[in-house]
């Protein structure tokens, strides 16, 4: 393999051979474009716009922010409307004839540049937010405004990308996915791999490649090749070409039925988070959506009731099933802007703890829920995120018993409670599962929460990234416990982190009679076909090696020593 090959962690499935495009936002910049005298006020009015539509944005951020972050955003409101901004951005149109994106970036990186030589610490805070109002003014004239760029058969190569950019990015047509950042959790890897986008994520100074023709994307291996040979691209188009076949053909396992081979059903249903991935969990055959993310009603901005009962309508409308919605789980890596400056976001004001003191946005979520629910009977379920002591539960049934009167009041009918189930996302539930479970209607459990604070590592901490360890036999001892609690108070039990994506981490629990898995849609064919493959009695047995395991190697080894005698 030649020298410049970047290495980066393997997400999943897939091969990519198509040229680069270097998506920069750190590097930004725009290049001064001239236009005529007639297009000056169309320019002008094109800024006018684009601000207003951000302070808005920002005043709807505003509804539901505490004070810290409510001032924050205040501060950035009044760079927005700053009249000498104003002034200077309609010189650099009408005085220099420069398009509206030049004339922002110009002027917001001279204010910029001034605040730098001052060297104030104090101006720090003031030099982000200028950086990022320009960035998003910018992005908005480039959405609205500008054609869509072709990125077809492209392999983008960035820094991080958000959700939304992800998305967009792909009805853009990229077909691979290179990013700096990130572990196997980040939000960018989840949303490749549930659009089935080949990935690698913490790809150290992959933006630093140079690439003059196509590249190869390895996303099962884990590395970019930026300049192969006419040989390795011959090569790499026959694997890929075998890997499509192969998938076609496990497409047809989709049609059998879910069962292993003692005839013991099992579930496998999608995590979602935006509505453009139902197509690929229908197309996967989800028999429902184990964990719908809701996170992102919140930065596109749309949380009013009505608005998210729309959300919730056209994903129950788009996929048939049982929905489990998870209530907002903000803080820690999630919209993590909204809350203010924390020592420790992990461990502090996060999923149901913000959402707690949050009533209004609790209320509103809940209000949604159940108002859906009455023209979904029996399809909804309702997930409570970052539970760690019992009162949580407590509180929020209380909650949800008032919100249900004040909907009875309004006379709206609601005869029937909605599941209310948690998420086992830390160690200290997991360790009670017992008494939780004469509590609740169902646990879900969150590998990927579980193994960060199981393992006490940062799952987005690139540099401790191979401690991140969800096959840990730490983690399969909180699974077993949290199973066998579940069985004997005969309540439902999944798991929707990471592992049960996982060919071994599926196996496994199986083994451990959880047969309700949810995964990114793209993972449900290997799984399946993985699941269909074995007898209960063999699952169980592998899950005891992995119980019995000291160390993720040799639960590795358990796992593959364990399939090669099947095959
Ligand atoms: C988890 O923690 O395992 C989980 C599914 O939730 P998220 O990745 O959204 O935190
Ligand atoms: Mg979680």
């Not at 192969?228 to 890929?240: A, C, D, G, M, T």
């Not at 309702?382 to 760690?388: A, K, N």
């Not at 193994?451 to 590592?457: D, E, K, R």
């Amino acid at each position: 393999m030649s020298e410049d090959v970047i290495k980066g962690i393997s997400t999943g499935e897939g091969i990519a051979i198509g040229k680069v495009f270097i998506y920069d936002k750190g590097k930004r910049k725009v290049y001064p474009t001239g236009i005529s005298p007639k297009k000056v006020s169309a320019n002008k009015k094109i800024f006018q716009d684009v601000c207003k539509k951000l302070s808005s944005e920002l005043d709807e951020l505003l509804e539901h922010l505490d004070k810290g972050s409510a001032d924050i955003i205040e501060s950035q409101k009044q760079i927005i409307i700053d009249p000498e901004i104003e002034r200077k951005v309609f010189s650099v149109i009408e005085g220099e004839l420069m398009s509206v994106e030049y004339a922002i970036y110009s002027t917001y990186c001279s204010f910029i540049e001034r605040l730098e030589e001052s060297g104030s610490e104090l101006f720090k805070q003031r030099i982000i937010d200028l950086v990022d109002i320009r960035d998003r003014l910018i992005d908005l004239i480039k959405n609205d405004y500008s054609p869509k760029q072709n990125l077809k058969g492209r392999i983008l190569i960035a820094k991080e990308v958000s959700p939304t950019e992800l998305i967009t990015l792909h009805e853009q047509g990229i077909e691979g996915l290179v990013v700096e950042k990130g572990g196997i959790t980040s939000h960018a890897s989840l949303i490749a791999q549930a659009l089935a986008i080949p990935c690698i994520v913490n790809a150290k100074h992959a933006l630093d490649v140079k690439a003059e023709g196509k590249a190869i994307l390895d996303g099962r291996e884990g590395f970019l090749m930026p300049n192969p040979s006419k040989n390795q691209i011959r090569e790499y188009s026959q694997k890929l070409n075998k890997l499509r076949h192969k998938q076609k053909e496990a497409q047809q396992n989709l049609e059998k039925l879910s069962k292993t081979q003692s005839g013991t059903g099992f579930e496998l249903l999608a995590n979602i988070e935006f509505e453009e991935e139902i197509e690929y969990a229908n197309r996967n055959k989800a028999a429902g959506v184990g964990l719908l993310r809701t996170e992102s009603l919140l930065f596109n901005n749309y949380s009013t009731e009505e608005e998210q009962q729309q959300f919730y309508q056209n994903v129950l409308k788009g996929i048939e099933g049982e929905i489990t919605v998870r209530l907002f789980d903000i803080g820690g890596d999630k919209l993590n802007a909204r809350i203010p400056d924390e020592d420790n976001p992990f461990l502090g004001w996060r999923g149901i703890r913000m959402l707690l003191d949050e009533e209004k946005l609790l209320k509103s979520q809940i209000r949604a829920l159940y108002k859906t629910e009455a023209l979904y009977p029996g399809r909804i379920r309702i997930l409570l995120p970052m539970i760690s002591v019992v009162q949580e539960i407590e509180a929020v049934k209380l909650f949800i018993e008032s919100v249900k009167n004040d909907l009875r009041n309004e006379g709206i009918n609601i005869d029937r409670s909605i599941p209310l189930g948690i998420m086992i996302e830390v160690p200290s539930t997991a360790l009670i599962a017992d008494k939780l479970a004469k509590l609740v209607d169902f646990f879900s459990i969150g590998t990927n929460d579980l193994t960060q604070y199981t393992l006490a590592v940062d799952r987005g901490n690139e540099r401790i990234c191979s401690l991140y360890q969800q096959h840990h036999p730490a983690i399969w001892k909180l699974i077993k416990t949290t199973a066998d609690a579940a069985h004997q108070h005969g309540i439902d039990i999944s798991v929707c982190g990471e592992l049960a994506g996982h060919v071994l981490g599926a196996c496994g629990l199986i083994g451990m009679g959880i047969k309700k898995l949810s995964m990114a849609s793209s993972n449900i064919l290997p799984v399946k076909e993985e699941l269909v493959s074995h007898t209960d009695d063999e699952f169980s047995k592998l899950a005891e090696s992995f119980l019995c395991s000291t160390s993720s190697d040799e639960v590795l080894k358990a796992f593959e020593g364990w399939r090669s005698k099947r095959s």
